[in-house]
């Protein structure tokens, strides 16, 4: 395949992930590439090799301001922030 264009396959080999992996992240991160149809095609889609680069570049960053990127990104989409208090054992009465 074109260099510029990878294949599901070869997105997920990039990334070192699984393809359900990707699928996953489509879902739930509003900021991972997403898929282009081919031209030409009903059904083949591929991603952008230079978009998946920067969303890989973005993830290593902290803002200035102290809030990570994958922090930020959950609050853009409408999540609450989690804590480590909501991760604590309930006390038994």
Not at 31 to 40: E, L, N, Q, S, Y
Not at 52 to 70: C, F, H, M, P, T
Not at 77 to 93: C, I
């Amino acid at each position: 395949m074109n260099g510029e264009f990878l294949s599901d396959t070869e997105s997920a080999k990039l990334l070192g992930k699984s393809r359900s992996w990707l699928y996953d992240q489509e879902r739930r991160d509003p900021t991972f590439p997403r898929k282009v149809r081919i031209p030409g095609s009903d059904f083949s889609t591929v991603r952008r090799r230079s978009e998946l680069l920067a969303w890989i570049d973005s993830l290593s960053r902290v803002e200035q301001d102290g809030i990570d990127v994958v922090t930020k990104r959950r609050i853009a989409a409408g999540e609450k922030e989690t804590t480590q208090s909501n991760f604590a054992p309930k006390a038994h009465s």
